[in-house]
């Protein structure tokens, strides 16, 4: 905690309040300071000044948008944005790229070092036999219109799915059972196991449901003796053919693509979990609510929003112009720049070669050419350089998926899937930490009105009522309504 300065150690930040000439030690751990300790320097209130700034009660510490905010201690992931470095566990991304496997990077995530043998076949069982979902969830998903957008689909479905496992529930099981491990309850650690084998063996399988419900195809049982991916592409692709094997290279790069999808610390979604998680929901609630955060277009949206603008380009031909329009702040270049890379995103390599290896059994794809132009031109164009703006991993990853026959709006499914390792490793994690958990809870500079005394409807003064269009509701158009309903009268019939 912040205290008025006695003896200044070397390892800490002297803080002078120039309002009320105090001055504040505050000690440095790893490299940060605390927020709270900022909360112990207050001073009077100025005359005249408004109660809501709360002068007297604390300094705040005003971070928008989390840009240099730690939220949590951990020992999952690291990457240093500068030098373009992302790590594991501590094993560069590059390494287990090459030699490790979607699921033992999962276990790597999930426990903290990398699986012997047995390790690893008792964990592969369980997440493929997790995968496996109850008959009546067929139901679920034909309630969705034929046109439901996948992610809109698989968000429910995360949801849909806490609804069969009672046991993961605070308000049945009880309302701290996440945590209980930290004061020695064993079986509360194998509750929290099961259902992250759960989550990750039925992740492919509510996907590969929400991708059928699309082509109008019916459900398959999950295979037996297929891979992570491999079961994934057949879930999605099996039409009763019999001793159907999906194409190795293609569950191959899938495996890469969701090994470098796998995790990447807080990002908005991975904050999201632990946010919501925070209030000890149980973690199905959780995993949807990262789902609906991942598919904004500013994070895992942007691999369908890449193809989108790679069409809407056309051609190489194309791209001076929309370099331009970039630069006037017509359009954005979508799969380019990130909160914290300030080079090249070091995934965005892997992905490009990986696309060469699936293009080997696929044909190139067409709009790879107008990718590379585009490409080449930012790399060298001062708008981009100056701002540090550099491919991130989604520039390319969408051309692969393309190029594997996925339709666009089934992108975002495909970084949601891998990403539930990550979510579910963080959400272990901090459920694990000692001293348990706290709520994640922000605060505000709440600069809104001061106090006013309610005015009836009939006395306002149209002073009082504001034209502000952003303050008051817009008029909207009523699709629904036909002409005919319009002159009709009907008892309860609006007179406005
Ligand atoms: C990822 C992203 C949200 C990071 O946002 P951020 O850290 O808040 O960065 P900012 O929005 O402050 O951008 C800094 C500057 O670069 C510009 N910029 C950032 N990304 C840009 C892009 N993709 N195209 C054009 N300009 C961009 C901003 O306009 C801003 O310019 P200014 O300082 O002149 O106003 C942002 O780069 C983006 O929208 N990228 C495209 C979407 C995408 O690919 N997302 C996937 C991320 S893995």
Redesign the pocket.
Known sequence: MGRPLETSSSESLTVRDNRTGKTYNIPIVDNSVSATAFKAISAPAKPNEREESGTEKGLRVADK?FLNTAVIQSEITYIDGEAGVLRYRGYPIEQLALHSSFLETAYLLIYGSLPTKDQFRVFETEVLHHSIIHADAEEFFRSFRYDAHPMAILTSAFAYLGSYYSEANPSLQGRQWQTLFTKGDKASLANMDKQIFRLIGKATTLAAMAYRIRQGRDFVIPPTGLSYTGSFLYQMDHLGEENYVPNPVLCKALDVLFLLHADHELNASCTTVLQTGSSLVDPYSAIAAGCASLYG???GG?NE??IRMLISIGSPANVPAFIEA?KR?EK????????VYKTT?PRSYIIRKTADEVFKVTGRDELLETAMALHDAAMKDEYFTK?R?YP???FWSGLIYRAMGFPMDFFPVLFAVPRVVGWLAHWRQMMLQEGGVKIWRPRQIYVGAGKRDYVPMAERESSLVNSDPKKTPSTVPHSGMTKRTMLASYRGKSKL
């Open positions: 948008g277009p500013l994070h942007a929003a890449v970039v702040r954005v270049l979508s799969g380019f720049g990130h909160r995103d701002r703006l991130n991993v989604d």
